[in-house]
């Protein structure tokens, strides 16, 4: 089932943008759905699929107007729906399974979907690891900028990052985000963020700490509050931007494993 030869390739489109995608007529029509009103019963349940999953319907699934001629000049609005692969991929598993060509998608949407999971994985992995680093760096420097404002001891330390989280994820601590994710005891937090999550937490720590020494913040109480008034600030410019609040993210499995590989590749590399 070559790419070359599969109808599905045959009717794949690219927007402007160079992005990728079916419409549902030209689908619809490869699927031998002769009233397109009985499809749009198969992208309902597809959308509904997509919700389930976690995915953002509206990422998948663009709804457009297109006036086609119906003879003598007249034309009339024909409502398509522009497709992503991973939309093709729920409603070729929603399509009637008696259709040969149903089963023919089914096939070659599940491994193209799967080939493009493993590099949508490859890609967050290097996410991970990339933000993580850069969080560690700037948590040293934070650190540093709060004891030059009075946050000396280890225990006021944790009190004064505890205030971040407490501003960036609506009132939940460090314990409280733990519980809320689900983590076992022994389990850090930022080992299991994903990047979405890692960079809100690298943007209050870098804010944090530029807060603190721009206006030359001095003792325990008001680093606290300054802490806790960037971690809200960053929760606020989320909410604004339509995305999803960070203590509502999954937890990602943990990217020690990650580090290890790569430590390992780079000793291989330099031996």
Known sequence: MSEEITPFERIRRTSPAGNEFWSSRDFAKVLGYINYRHFEGVIAKAKTACSNSGQRVEDHFVGSDQMVEIGSGAQRKLTTVMMSRYACYLVIQNADPSKEIVALGQTYFA?????QELSNDEIEDHRRLTIRSELRQHN??????A?????????????FQNHGYIGLYGGLGAQDI???KGLKKGQQI????????????????????????REKITGRAKANLAHREVGA???QTIRELGGTMPENLPAAESIKPLESKVKKLKKEDAS
């Open 111 to 115: 491994v193209q979907t799967r080939r």
């Open 140 to 145: 040293s420097k934070l650190a540093d900028a």
């Open 147 to 159: 004891k030059n404002a009075g946050v000396i001891e280890p225990r006021d330390y944790a009190i």
């Open 178 to 180: 733990h519980r809320h």
């Open 190 to 213: 930022l080992d299991h963020m994903g990047s979405t999550e890692l960079a809100a937490n690298l943007f209050r720590a870098t804010q944090a700490e530029e807060k603190l020494r």
């Open 233 to 235: 600030k960053v929760r």
